[in-house]
């Protein structure tokens, strides 16, 4: 298995949706698994490190802005640890008031680690679709 991709409809401004999305101190609101993020900025090479509860542990990870394009594409690369998160955001406006929000979500293991990211890929592509029906739920909801 590869890099997960899941997208959804959001009943919102592609705008609206887009810069609510790509902040990390928003990642806590609708991310399930995330306890806490500390973020250094939000520009192309900024960081931000995020706590997520993985398997039942508390696990640290920094990930690297490396594309920012409002408001039609973000990503971010994971910069330490053994096993690092790739992310994408592509959003597409569907008309007036409305978007679809396409994730795309890998993992590069470093070490022994690499033997890990086949599961760590299917634990996330599980995960994912509840954390993005969340999303939708708090951005329509406050439409």
Request: glycine share 10%.
């Amino acid at each position: 298995m590869g890099a997960f991709v899941n997208s959804i409809e959001i009943n919102r401004a592609a705008d609206e949706v887009f810069a609510y999305v790509v902040d990390p101190t928003k990642f806590p609101e609708w991310q399930l698994d995330v306890m806490d993020v500390s973020v250094e900025g939000n520009r192309v090479g900024s960081r931000f490190t995020t706590v997520r509860k993985v398997g039942g542990a508390e696990r640290s990870m920094t990930q690297e802005i490396t594309e920012n394009v409002p408001p039609r594409s973000w990503a971010a690369q994971g910069v330490d640890g053994p096993v690092r998160p790739n992310a994408t955001v592509g959003v597409e406006s569907l008309g007036v008031g409305r978007c679809r929000v396409t994730f795309g979500l890998d993992f590069d293991g470093r070490g022994m680690a690499a033997a890990l990211v086949p599961m760590v890929r299917r634990m996330a592509a599980k995960a994912a679709p509840a954390s993005h029906q969340r999303l939708k739920e708090l951005l329509e909801g406050a439409a």
